[in-house]
């Protein structure tokens, strides 16, 4: 592992080089007009894949194609399966860019491109880390795969079926994912932990058609008054959700993860001011970070009802609906909350109105526990590529691919994110820090060697 | 009196028969293509009232023109104003009408038409009733004007303005319209009161911008969660408005009227039929007619916030607004009702929201004292011309032009409606009852002469 660092640290600059080729393909998934840079770009990582002796193919999909690769020299060993994605977000706005966002620039110690952090450099470091590994060594300490797709930035659409259609191809111990952040500057972070969504959409109809408000108001039932009784129903005064057991299959964090977190430099006044609020809001004896990665929530996402255009009418309207979704934690069924939900709703309607209830899509959430074996191994190897013992993090989010490869595979997944919430990535003027990129690709390399003695 | 009544009754046919020249002329005032048939139907009527001796002239607007007549041969003798529409609602869907709208159809005792009853039927009871004074007294005992617009069904845009330019013109005792209904078959009914309004706007924002469901739910207010519980604030479970103060001004209705509403065939099971609901509501210690007719209201009109679009989206919105209206009693005040719901709706918002509160437009409602002469007048002539004692009703809406003569000219009006609920206004298939056209032309010979003798 050692001549493995050595190469890399003796050939940045070529590294380097390397990554800026493949930033200047401008592989937009969202533009048509970019539809042939994304395969520049997959073009280009399999040939670079190949280069290094890593066996690697362009795959078509509906969509943008993808590059699949894989070295297996090492028999007996756990296999990696590392996944990025080399297509990237649009730019716009173009002026606001301090340089062209295809022309990798350097300034004060950051890489500034589209696609620096999100996610061309981060992806970048595991290339130059199997690269150091195979230069130096002839060989890898693991077997890996490489599944990088071109389709992230517009949801992935094809991945999941292209992933259950190649599962013996995918097959392999852990995955591991750079496409996420540290939680600050000096901050090493592993992922352990993302929230699932239950969508569901409330429905009031208290009429057959809107009524004249002058010759009705006052004596029939208003669809947005019920459903906004309803909406008030569902969480208490101060933020808690009011439905009998909404929290019941909720988890506690582990005392590691709550040691940890309570390490991290979080600042409540930072968080409002980045939020755009004048204050927090929610269950009052959790902190801001348990509210986001640990709890459960109930949020309105929007409400229509009655008149919506330009200035007044006088009607008492008939139907309003809300849309709504609930941030699902480990452990918690997706239907038995929407049941649990739909229960408490039903509850609330009053007897003059037709309450509907409407099930959408449901995604339970991840929980990568932290006392397996994988988060050993990357434990170990961001500690070795940082020089400071790594924190345990959650994502308020989903990640959809990490939920297809932990729920549709079985798979493990280290979420090791090397950027930094402020890499403005989908904004103008991305970029990534040279530091994080080196500490990354360094951490990338003990990691192939942690794995392969676990 | 009585030689007019027999003139009538001696030439029921050649009457009908003018009403039918006026109702087959097409005057849809919202159509493009028929504006030169406003024209016509104002045509028509100025030469009417001229053939009759009524002076009578067309003026032109900034949109339909409107026709003035006047007849001011009783000196010292008070002067009434009748005011009526000739432009009618469009037509469409055509294939429900049994009989084309426009062909003046008999069947049942009813006359079918579009106009039939709105308004070109009511307005001719009055016409018939001129007629038959001067045709069989050669005079009328009052002074008598006409004011009769062709643009009611869209609004009347350019009559107020119109109006106030012409007080000297309109100089008058009272007004007289017959642009409403009985309130049933056999309920010849005088009109006491409509219902203001004043219109308001509450605006909730919780932040600049919409933030990530994932990143932030849970930790952040929801303007959709702060919106739902100040409208939830503004009423009690039962339908009672919240709002210190509101009820203030408000009057109960005289012992006459009460006495009169309970003689009303009025069936709650036929109303919540007919409003298409499965209940009623609202103040519990409130009949359904005095709810509508004497109490104030506070209504959702229109509520939006958030994700509007198909599907979801995974946002906490920052912004929600609900469009609202509260319905008006006499003695309220728009403006302090507006401010006595600000101040509730400030007090229910919470410290981390910023809550707006746009006040619209205020019309205060309006009153007809049942003790004046001029009610006394019209009750006497109701009696005469329907054989039984008129009951006393209020409407639940605002007619906007009674609004412009009782407070613009400080002019009573009476509102008496010849029409019937059930006369399909602004639908297929509209009609008149003959005989309510009968009735209401000998109240409107009544009419004449009992206000000239008071």
Known sequence: MDKALKYLDAHRDPILNELFELLRIPSISAQREHVNDVRKAAEWVARKLNALGIEAKVFETAGHPLVYGEWLGAPGKPTVLFYGHIDVQPVEPLEEWQTPPFEPTIREGNLYCRGASDDKGQLYTHLAAAEAWLAADGTLPVNVKFLIEGEEEIGSPNLPAWINEHRELLAA???????????????????????????????????????????FGGAVPNAIEVLS????????????VSVPGFYDDVDEPSAEEKSSWSRLPFDEATFIASAGVKATWGEPDRSVLE????????EFV???????????????PARAVAKCSARLVPKQDPKKVLEAIRQRVMQLAPPYAEVLFHCGHGTPAVSIPTDSKWVAAAVAALEKGFGSRPVFIREGGSISIVTTFVRDLHLPCLL??????????????????????QRGARSSIALLQELSVR
Chains 1, 2 share one sequence.
Not at 186 to 199: F, K, V
Not at 291 to 298: A, E, G, K, S, V
Not at 421 to 428: G, K, L, V
């Open 173 to 215: 111990d852990v995955v591991v994912i750079s496409d996420t952040a540290q939680f600050a500057a000096d901050y090493p972070s592993l992922c352990t932990g993302l929230r699932g969504i239950a969508a569901f959409e409330i429905e009031v109809r208290t009429g057959s058609a809107d009524l004249h408000s002058g010759s």
């Open 229 to 240: 009784r309803i909406l008030t129903g569902l969480h208490d005064e101060v933020g808690r």
């Open 291 to 298: 509210r986001i990665w640990t709890r459960p929530t109930l």
């Open 302 to 316: 929007g409400i229509m009802g009655g008149h919506q255009g330009q200035g007044h009418k006088g009607i008492v």
């Open 416 to 437: 090791m994110g090397f950027g930094l919430p402020d890499d403005r990535i989908h904004s103008p003027n991305e970029k990534f820090s040279l530091k994080d990129f």
